[in-house]
């Protein structure tokens, strides 16, 4: 017998940018809400509900969408410690148990784009069928470069090992080639990374990727029904995507006047996860960054705030991604400060950044018909948030305030908090990585 859940009485917001409801009530029959109304509960609704929660007094809210959080990443501080030091056994073993604290922290659905082996396919599977807690995950491969590219980050007589986050692709047959192996490995969306190094220097260079190399991955992707994604943070990588047929973009810190509109009408979205860059800028010090990181970080952000600006005036959708999983950024602890700085830095309403972390995400990636919103026929993912985040956007930061999540009509439980990882030997390799965590009321410190 399925259950029936009926949460009754609070503030409504529904993820789609909608006005909120007052007094609204939700009914959830298994896991997907089947009914949605204001103050009295539809005549029709005559089967009584097996379980009724009152939120009143409360928020009703959809479950956060974080659209860049890296499961396998386990906290690395470097290219080494990600790529190298972790085997795919600890890798997708600590993948799911550190998806656990992201989904205490509201956040009931994630993108991952990218990271080593097949790690987060793995734990998507192991989460959907039930074996351990977390988020829905909509996820990719390993990240397709080519030689050169950003992902090229280890001497060339090393090129990337198996266990790297990029695949080197020297040729268009191979970049085929793995994409196709991709989706025989059952990925969600396909990843790009297109950014060239030469790109660092020169800022008028090109990406790694040629025209037809674009062209022919990007249509690949989509004739197999994969979305494709792409790190592009530089004008010409932006603008060859696009042309071809880019999904969205990452970063899409350097965006040229003449492309916004471009994008606009190809329908792309942009990712431009600000606070990763934020909180080096922020924190960088206490956490080992170098003096000239943190000043290429402060340039980043200031591009992607007016990349965002500018967008925002073009109606073009603006995801909101943190990009978790690194040192700086750990899993469970950032998930809600892109809205706060989509406000903070950006001008939009805390409405719109809510919706930013929810519908449009869900837009984005092609799961809006199942998640994102509150609406008829999606999953029951949502949370009860003790005060209104339409007056105070910073409060989804702080956990105390999300009084109850809820995936798939089922109340998650969140008293059963994973222990934070001993800092130490991770397979036979020694790990020194300083951890941004959250201190006692409010105070930010890196802790080993």
């Not at 010409?236 to 990452?250: P, Q």
């Not at 018909?369 to 209104?388: F, K, W």
Request: net charge negative; charged share 20%.
């Amino acid at each position: 017998m399925q259950t029936i859940l009926d949460i009754v009485g609070g503030t409504l917001i529904d993820g789609t940018g909608a006005q909120p409801v007052a007094q609204a009530g939700i009914r959830i029959v298994g896991e997907r809400i089947t009914d949605v109304w204001s103050s009295v509960r539809p005549a029709h609704l005559t089967m009584p509900p097996t379980g009724t929660i009152d939120a009143t007094g409360k928020t009703v809210m959809p479950g956060l969408i974080d659209a860049h959080v890296h499961l396998s990443y386990g906290e690395g501080r470097t290219a080494e410690e990600v790529d190298v030091y972790a085997g795919p056994e600890w890798s997708a073993i600590r993948a799911v148990w550190n998806a656990q604290k992201v989904l205490n922290a509201g956040v009931t659905t994630i993108v991952d784009p990218g990271g080593t082996y097949y790690v987060s396919v793995a734990a998507r599977d192991a989460i959907a069928t039930g074996m351990f807690s977390g988020p829905r995950n909509y996820c990719s491969g390993r990240h397709i470069s080519a030689d050169g590219g950003f992902a090229d980050y280890f001497p060339s007589w090393i090129g990337l090992p198996p266990s790297a986050e990029g695949v080197l692709c020297g040729t268009k047959d191979e970049m085929l080639r793995e994409i196709r192996r991709q989706i025989k490995s059952r990925v969600d969306f396909i990843k790009l990374s297109g950014d060239s190094q030469a790109q660092e220097k020169n800022m008028d260079c090109g990406p790694c990727f040629t025209d037809e190399e674009f062209q022919a991955m990007i249509a690949m992707a989509h004739q197999l029904s994969r979305k494709v994604a792409i790190h592009a943070r530089h004008a010409e990588t932006i603008h060859k995507a696009t042309k071809y047929g880019i999904d969205w973009i990452y970063h899409a810190s350097h965006v040229r006047d003449a492309d916004f509109e471009m994008l606009k009408q190809a329908g792309v979205s942009l990712c431009p996860t600000l606070t990763f860059g934020m909180n080096i800028i922020t924190f960088g010090k206490e956490c080992g960054s170098t003096p000239g990181h943190i000043d290429l970080c402060k340039r980043e952000v200031d591009a992607m705030v007016r990349t965002c600006i500018k967008a925002r005036e073009y109606g073009i959708p603006i995801m909101a991604g943190t990009e978790s999983g690194f040192a700086v950024c750990p899993y469970g602890d950032w998930h809600a400060r892109e809205m706060e700085l989509l406000v903070d830095l950006c001008g939009f309403s805390p409405m719109e950044a809510i919706t930013s972390s929810t519908y449009t995400n869900a837009c984005a990636i092609g799961a809006a018909a199942d998640v994102g919103s509150l609406q008829p026929g999606r999953y029951g993912d949502l949370l009860i948030v003790d005060g209104d985040p339409l007056k105070k956007i910073g409060l989804l930061q702080d956990q105390k305030n999300i009084e109850m999540v809820i995936k798939g009509g089922a109340e998650v439980e969140r008293h059963v908090v994973p222990p934070r990882r001993r800092m130490g030997h991770e397979s036979g390799f020694a790990v020194s990585t300083m951890i941004l965590r959250k201190g006692p009321e409010g105070v930010f410190a890196a802790l080993p």
